[in-house]
């Protein structure tokens, strides 16, 4: 079957420790997203790519950074210089670049960091 | 910025009933996508329905169909004869460019 899969699905750290968390899908999609989701509230987005070794800054990509090796791959990086990282973070692709196309989302990661 | 807004953070209906959950957006461009997504307590996100703005005809999809309203920018979602399983959370977006921009969602409760 065919979808994107994270991991883990609950992820916890200690402050000032980097974690990475994984975004793999097989649905030979282009463009992949990266969300906060903070509770009682919306999707916004931190940082996206359209491209292998091509990505965009989002509305809050301070203290996050990606990387798109590969098309299938899409990891996201929470920094140390992240204020509050503590959130569910969505991972999604389509299949266009024009935004005409539904968003795959993933089962999401719960990160808590104390 | 560019916003979408729904202005009811809960709603609740009864099995079988009618509900409506309201979004306005705001957007420069003439040609957008409109989108409502579910998110039930798995967290899932999952598609419910899709408009095209330089579509008159409002989508439909089984029990789930919009009131688009483009001079207005009002993309109202309708849920006909509400089951148990609809409760979710309910989150309207709109296309910017490549990318979407969220509502801050509809907690949706039916009552048996």
């Known amino acids: 079957d065919g979808g994107i899969t994270q991991s883990p699905k609950y992820l916890f750290r200690k402050e000032g420790q980097n974690v990475t968390l994984s975004c793999e899908q097989n649905l030979n999609h282009d463009a992949m997203y990266w969300y906060r989701q903070d509770p009682g509230q919306g999707l916004r987005l931190i940082y996206y790519?359209?491209?292998?070794?091509?990505?965009q800054k989002g509305d809050i990509a301070e203290g996050y950074s990606v990387s798109r090796e590969k098309k299938e791959s899409f990891p996201l990086t929470v920094t140390s210089a992240q204020k509050n990282p503590t959130a569910f973070y969505l991972c999604a692709s389509t299949l266009g670049r024009d935004g005409a196309y539904e968003q795959y989302f993933g089962p999401g990661t719960r990160l808590t960091v104390t | 910025a560019q916003t979408v807004t729904q202005s009811q953070p809960e709603m609740s209906v009864q099995e079988a009933e009618t509900v409506t959950l309201s979004c306005t957006y705001d957007?420069?461009?003439?040609?957008?996508?409109l989108f409502w997504y579910k998110q039930p307590p798995s967290r899932q996100m999952i598609l419910v329905i899709r408009q095209e703005a330089y579509k008159q005809q409002n989508a439909t999809e089984n029990r789930f169909s919009v009131n688009f309203q483009k001079a207005a920018k009002s993309f109202s979602l309708k849920i006909s004869d509400s089951q148990l399983g609809d409760a979710a959370m309910y989150f309207c977006?709109?296309?910017?460019?490549?990318?979407?921009?969220f509502g801050g969602g509809t907690r949706l409760m039916v009552k048996p």
């Open positions: 790519s359209q491209i292998v070794n091509d990505f």
């Open positions: 957007t420069s461009e003439s040609d957008y996508y």
């Open positions: 977006a709109r296309t910017a460019g490549n990318m979407l921009t």
